[in-house]
């Protein structure tokens, strides 16, 4: 089982919480840190010191760290044209020296989007942009170079494009798509995916969502067993109630909600819970989302505790 580590730095944290979380997370073994693609904040706190940009952080800890992946779960189709998109995951990708898995969504926080002025589309709409962003990334970059590239879509034009620059990784880095859409969704993942991710899910819901990716993928050809199945859970660990409860209160959350809805508990309970999860949905990697981003010492209880026992 891969573990990597999910921060929501829209939340409340600056480019030195989460370089200090990344260096920590490649020191103690995870397999890759990655953050959120938000502009505002979610639910209580104050959000300070404000947001910061998905693709600028990554670049930055492409620079200083050296093992660990990186990436979003999951950059928003709505803030970006997909060629910017495309050079600015392409450059990242070869400063880390081919580390970054790229996550991209069709965007949805609706608040966030009317309070810095990005235009949010109706859901068909924004579904369309999103598959035609698909296809433009991919071709971008998929371009052999001293070739052009063009497009012309409904909502996209792109004329001889010479698809530069081109990542460090061949022919592209690995796509991670996610959701829970019955239809388009597992349809898009099906034809661009190598990572299928369900966001917060219960074991049945993922299982069946699981099902229709896979069935897509037969629909087209495709073996279902190259997609990796993953999913993000709140994780909250404790060697016993009191340090469980602890960490509980810092993150804003109910101790008992995070026992019966995510990885709450003893070190043992939480090996069991992934156990349940990979037998009943056949995943092989968990994002771990870490909500106090100034508690080291629970990705160390992780990383001594549950990760050696999921080899």
Request: charged share 25%.
């Amino acid at each position: 089982m891969d573990l990597r580590i999910f921060t929501e730095p829209q939340q409340g944290a600056g480019y030195d919480d989460l370089l200090r979380v990344a260096k920590a997370a490649e020191d103690l073994g995870y397999g890759a840190f990655f953050r959120s693609d938000h502009f505002l904040k979610m639910g209580s706190g104050s959000g300070l010191p404000g947001p910061t940009d998905a693709w600028v952080t990554l670049a930055g800890l492409a620079r200083e760290t050296s093992t660990i992946r990186l990436g979003t779960l999951v950059s928003s189709a709505t803030f970006r044209h997909p060629s910017v998109l495309a050079i600015s995951v392409a450059q990242v990708d070869q400063m880390s020296g081919g580390r970054v898995d790229f996550g991209l969504g069709s965007g949805w926080f609706d608040a966030e989007h009317e309070a810095y002025g990005i235009p949010l589309q109706p859901l068909r709409e924004r579904f369309d942009r999103y598959a035609e962003q698909l296809e433009i990334i991919t071709g971008l970059w998929d371009t052999p170079e001293g070739e052009t590239y063009s497009f012309a879509g409904e909502h996209y034009t792109l004329t001889d494009s010479p698809g530069l620059p081109k990542p460090a990784q061949r022919p592209h880095p690995p796509i991670v798509i996610g959701g829970s859409g019955k239809k388009r969704t597992p349809a898009l993942a099906a034809r661009y995916a190598n990572e299928f991710n369900i966001p917060a899910a219960n074991l049945d819901t993922a299982a069946e969502q699981f099902e229709r990716v896979a069935a897509a993928c037969r629909e087209i050809g495709r073996d279902p067993a190259e997609l990796t199945r993953s999913v993000w859970l709140t994780v909250c660990a404790g060697r016993d109630d009191a340090e469980i409860g602890r960490r509980a209160e810092a993150m804003g959350r109910d101790a008992r909600q995070l026992r019966d809805g995510a990885l709450g508990g003893t070190p043992a309970q939480i090996v069991d819970t992934i156990g349940t999860w990979a037998e009943r949905t056949g995943i092989t990697r968990i994002y771990l989302q870490v909500l106090d981003l100034s508690d080291i010492d629970h990705l160390e209880l992780i990383a001594s505790e549950v990760a050696p026992q999921l080899r």
